[in-house]
């Protein structure tokens, strides 16, 4: 069975950096595609990052050269590290495996950002 964890949300100010964590168990494949996604008020579940077992990298214009996804295979653990955070990153963060065409979620976590 698989699972996703999140952890590391939070309030921050303007500027400031957090980092999030996902912990995934169950088997885990080479070729599978961790990621994150954020889902503001009112708006789309929107892609923030993806990565490849291989650590080949997709970001989403808006977080690039302030995001940084990365994953450690022999923890089973993807890493979201934000800096020059913005008000308009504030969402709930999900993260995401995609596994032979299926996509497995996990709760979120909630990334406040005050102005």
């Known amino acids: 069975q698989v699972q996703l964890v999140e952890s590391g949300g939070g309030l921050v100010q303007a500027g400031g950096s957090l980092r999030l964590s996902c912990a995934a168990s169950?088997?885990?494949?080479?070729?599978?595609?961790m990621g994150w996604y954020r889902q503001a008020p009112g708006k789309q579940r929107e892609l923030v990052a993806t990565i490849t077992r291989g650590g080949s990298t997709v970001y989403v214009d808006s977080v690039k050269g302030r995001f940084t996804i990365s994953r450690d295979n022999a923890k089973n653990t993807v890493y979201l590290q934000m800096n020059s955070l913005k008000p308009e990153d504030t969402a709930v963060y999900y993260c995401n495996r995609h596994s032979w065409g299926r996509d497995y979620w996990g709760k979120g976590t909630l990334v406040t950002v005050s102005s």
């Open positions: 169950g088997v885990i494949f080479s070729t599978d595609i």
